[in-house]
């Protein structure tokens, strides 16, 4: 059975009748951090609070859940389990089998708006015998890591590069990592020039000296946040360092540990979660010396959502009209636009779009239209 992804538009209609209610709205919810526990998937508050874990299937040493990744809105999941991809609901429950591969999955990263998933894995390729081999010498057998793109069911795969480290998505464009053909040839990351295609189009970080590793671009698209590592050391942590995509210039250091990395930025862009050792800490975009604070002791990988999920379950609006003003309150599941369109016999009277960065409760109020009547209100949201 092919999962059923969420689109990018939601449409809810409401009847306004003499300016009685005539939906209830839906709660809006906090912001929710989803993170690696004890080889299972966990979601916690921001602030620490509210722990659960999510699923019950993984262990460490065994089949643990070793990729976490999630759509903007958390109702959808990416993971790697036992070498293999996965699609998993908000709630951490299976969508289907496993996603083809081509060798072990390293990392499945899953798109914001759920619409395709990312695997890198290990394909073992033949190389001729080095130079100046005995003639008969056997090809040697190699390992490469392959960037691959999917639909969340599954079809489509296609390739996308070789010898990739690292992905991430800047909206709907694959970011991989890009290693310097100048010594000490440190790896930065780069835009693919299309999702299938092994060419970069422009780096989105980079820096002469240093490796930059596990990327994670802000809902907005302007930066990318990385783990800084001296060339020469072949980490992947270090630093937790903000680049312009846009110049691929570094712009701020947001921390000093030689011990941080899997950067993830809040859905306001203004705050950071990342890994310190084994525990996770959040700190503000604009990198005030001292001012992480730990919220989650013995965790891995935090993925920071809004909270779509309920409210992509319950969008509803409550239209109210008033002796000089119509006011429509409507749930915005995730960051993007809200647009709501009022209508009276079919022709429209009345549209205003509001641009949210973050899902929650949207209020629009209109000049109340001659002769108002029966009015519908029609609301299309678009996720950025």
């Known amino acids: ?32 951090l989803l993170y690696r526990c004890g080889g299972n998937v966990c979601r916690v508050a921001p602030d620490g609070s509210q722990h659960r874990q999510l699923t019950t299937d993984g262990r460490p040493g065994g089949p643990a859940y070793s990729w976490l990744s999630a759509t903007r809105d958390g109702s959808r999941m990416a993971v790697s389990r036992a070498t293999y991809a996965h699609v998993l609901d908000g709630a951490g429950r299976p969508l289907g089998g496993p996603l083809p591969r081509g060798g072990p999955v390293l990392v499945a990263q899953i798109a914001p708006d759920g619409s395709q998933v990312a695997t890198l894995e290990l394909l073992g390729e033949l190389a001729p015998p080095p130079f100046p081999a005995p003639p008969g010498t056997p090809p040697t057998l190699g390992f490469h890591p392959y960037l691959f793109v999917t639909a969340p069911d599954g079809s489509g795969r296609e390739a996308a590069a070789r010898d990739v480290v690292d992905t991430a998505w800047l909206s709907g464009r694959l970011v991989r990592s890009d290693g310097s053909s100048q010594p000490p040839y440190p790896r930065g990351l780069c835009v693919l020039a299309a999702n299938t295609d092994f060419a970069c ?41 903000l680049y312009d995509a846009a110049t691929g210039r570094p712009v701020r250091a947001l921390t000093a540990g030689a011990g941080d990395g ?59 009209l008033g002796r000089r003003s119509v006011t429509v309150r409507a749930c915005a599941p995730a960051a993007g636009r809200l647009t709501v369109t009022l209508r009276r016999h079919g022709r429209r009277v009345a549209r205003r779009t509001v641009t949210t960065r973050r899902g929650r409760i949207v209020v629009v109020r209109f000049s109340r239209p001659a002769g108002a009547g029966a009015l519908r209100a029609t609301i299309r949201f678009r996720a950025a």
């Open 1 to 32: 059975m092919t999962p059923r992804v969420p689109g990018r538009n939601a449409r809810v209609v409401a009847v306004l009748a003499g300016g009685a209610a005539a939906l209830s709205a839906a709660p809006a919810a906090a912001d929710s």
């Open 201 to 241: 189009e422009r780096d989105v970080a980079r820096d002469p000296a240093n490796d930059l590793s596990a990327p994670a671009v802000s809902p907005d698209g302007r930066l990318v946040a990385v783990a800084r590592t001296p060339a020469e050391q072949n980490g992947g942590t270090g630093p937790i360092v």
């Open 262 to 320: 899997l950067p993830y930025f809040s859905p306001d862009g203004r705050r950071v979660a990342f890994n310190r050792g084994s525990d996770i800490y959040v700190i503000g975009t604009d990198g005030a010396p001292g001012s992480e604070r730990r919220v989650v002791a013995g965790g891995l990988q935090p993925v920071w959502v809004t909270a779509g999920p309920a409210c992509r379950r319950r969008t509803s609006v409550r239209p109210a």
